[in-house]
Nanobody, 119 residues
Framework: QVQLVESGGGLVQAGGSLRLSCAAS????????MGWYRQAPGKRRELVAH???????NYADSVKGRFTISRDNAKNTVYLQMNSLLPEDTAVYYC?????????????WGQGTQVTVSS
């Protein structure tokens, strides 16, 4: 089993920056994808960014050029650097983990961290 703990959320003014962290523990596969999703009130949870074990990345169009996902495999931690934040970035941000050793594996989710961007 894998456990995920997010941190780094908070309140920031539009145009500001935040860095989210996701620390993973437990039975972590060496072949995996970790990423960030977000969910605003009344909205569906949506992809923000993913990064695999070889640091290949994928971003939602809405955050390209503003957010950067990275990982430190030695620390089993994934980061999301968020710059030029907009009010529409306000959401609960969730870290997730998928073991890629199998054809179909359900993701593991963190508890979420609130990001609020004021106008």
């Amino acid at each position: 089993q894998v456990q995920l703990v997010e941190s780094g959320g908070g309140l920031v003014q539009a145009g500001g920056s935040l860095r989210l962290s996701c620390a993973a523990s437990g039975s972590i596969s060496s072949i995996n994808v970790m990423g960030w999703y977000r969910q605003a009130p009344g909205k569906r949870r949506e992809l923000v960014a993913h990064i695999n074990s070889r640091s290949s990345t994928n971003y939602a169009d809405s955050v390209k050029g503003r957010f950067t996902i990275s990982r430190d495999n030695a620390k089993n931690t994934v980061y999301l650097q968020m710059n030029s934040l907009l009010p529409e970035d306000t959401a609960v941000y969730y870290c997730n983990y998928i073991d890629l050793r199998f054809g179909a594996s359900p993701p593991t989710w963190g508890q979420g961290t609130q990001v609020t961007v004021s106008s």
